[in-house]
């Protein structure tokens, strides 16, 4: 058995409608997109066996479990679905996308292949920002910075308040990618930023250095020890105030359950975002980082039919209207799915990714996902640990770059 199925951590059945059961390998473990996904499938009226699977464990374990998995699997569009379709161990699902016609050009584009198939189906989107109390805001008079250097500002006029500026979390090697991701891009721009991600820049370019400077400038205002705080703990030291701001996906309010706490309503209402701050007047905030998830479809899966018509279902708007109505963090791929229920948040993340002149995925999207996890990754730990050795560090990173293959 592949990896999932042996270390799975509950496998859920939706209603049966005949036939062999379609396996879903899934990594939405937390507890409400898990229910959330288990919503989406129902809609589908098939016979699903949901293998879920930590999701730390599930990326990491990807390459192994993707020789052996389930029928459909949870993953991410652009990059990171190109590299597994050019080794040939996903399917090619073009012919699901026929019965897709509610989905834009350009998720159909991230859905692609380098060889013009369609290999992915999206689910949702959601973009990252810098998330934040309104009411802290409005008690402390603070406003939304806009430049770099209000930033700087605003985060000295915290600290002086007694406030920890940002929260800090990078538990699993992830979360800080975010911030690296929109300090190049808002330093050095999007055509840099992918062109660094697809191996084509040096690691000791001045410019790449220049990010880090930047990012030095404002790790004092961090939360101690960022590299052993999970990214949920971060988030509930923003719901208590105990921070200022925090760099994550919209996701963030998942971490916030009115079933089980009777102020997290009240706290999901009162967060806030806004766009990165500009740090190059020729960039702006040109760019946004919106990471897109959705499915796979094996390169040869023991139900090849019950997989499309899963991967079809999941694509319609009824799958993410079900998603959204337990887990209302993300905003729908689907053009036709209902936004009538849009909470303030998503209204917004919609707005700021469809007026975004670029996109970004995130960084271990956007490059190898190895040289993302096991090189870049564990550069930016180690400047999280000790920043003056940033030159050291990327020299390593260079250096390790060589063994890699870019598209």
């Known amino acids: 058995p592949g990896a999932v199925a042996t270390t799975a951590a509950a496998a859920d059945t939706a209603p049966a409608a005949g036939g062999d059961a379609v396996t879903f390998g899934s990594n939405y473990s937390d507890e409400k997109p898990k229910a959330a996904i288990a919503a989406a499938v129902a809609t589908s009226g098939l016979e699903v066996t949901i293998n879920t699977v930590d999701h ?5 374990n990807f390459n192994t479990y993707i020789q052996q998995p389930d029928d459909v699997v949870s993953w991410f569009a652009g990059y990171r679905m190109r590299a597994f379709a050019g080794k040939g161990v996903v399917g090619d699902i073009s012919d699901v996308w026929a019965g897709l016609p509610d989905m834009s050009e350009g998720f159909k584009s991230a859905s692609s292949g380098l060889d013009g198939k369609q290999y992915f189906v999206p689910l949702y989107f959601y973009p990252w920002a810098i998330h934040y109390r309104k009411s802290l805001f409005e008690e402390n008079g603070y406003a939304v910075p806009t430049t770099w250097d209000e930033l700087l500002a605003l985060c000295e006029t915290m600290t ?205 999207r956007d490059t190898d996902p190895d040289f993302a996890s096991q090189v870049v990754g564990k550069g930016l730990s180690d400047f999280l640990s000790n920043p003056a050795d940033i030159d050291t560090i990327l020299s390593t990173i260079e250096e390790q770059k060589q063994t890699y293959s870019f598209e």
Do not use: C
Not at 56 to 60: G, P, V
Not at 209 to 237: C, V
């Open 160 to 364: 002086a308040d007694g406030l920890i500026p940002f929260a800090a979390a990078n538990g699993g090697g992830w979360p800080q990618m975010g911030m690296f991701d929109m300090i190049n891009l808002r330093t050095n721009g999007y055509d840099f930023h992918v062109s660094l991600m697809g191996g084509k820049e040096s690691w000791t370019d001045d410019k790449v250095k220049q990010i880090f400077t930047n990012w030095s400038t404002i790790l004092d205002y961090y939360q101690p020890d960022a590299n052993g705080r999970e990214w949920q703990d971060a988030a509930t030291a923003l719901g208590k105030k105990e921070v200022g701001m925090y760099l994550l996906g919209t996701f963030v309010t998942s971490n916030f359950d009115p079933a089980k706490d009777p102020e997290a309503q009240a706290i999901i209402d009162d967060i806030d975002f806004f766009a990165f701050p500009e740090i190059d007047p020729a960039h702006g905030q040109d760019a946004v980082e919106a990471p897109i998830d959705g499915f796979m479809m094996a390169a040869s899966p023991k139900n090849e039919a019950g997989a499309k018509a899963l991967l079809t279902a999941m694509g319609q708007a009824a799958a993410i209207d079900a998603y959204i109505a337990v887990d209302p963090s993300v905003v729908a791929a689907n053009s036709k799915a209902s936004t009538s229920g849009y909470n303030a948040l998503q209204q917004k993340s919609a707005e700021l990714v469809g007026s975004a002149k670029y996109i970004a995925q995130f960084l271990d």
């Open 56 to 60: 730390n464990s599930y990326q990491e």
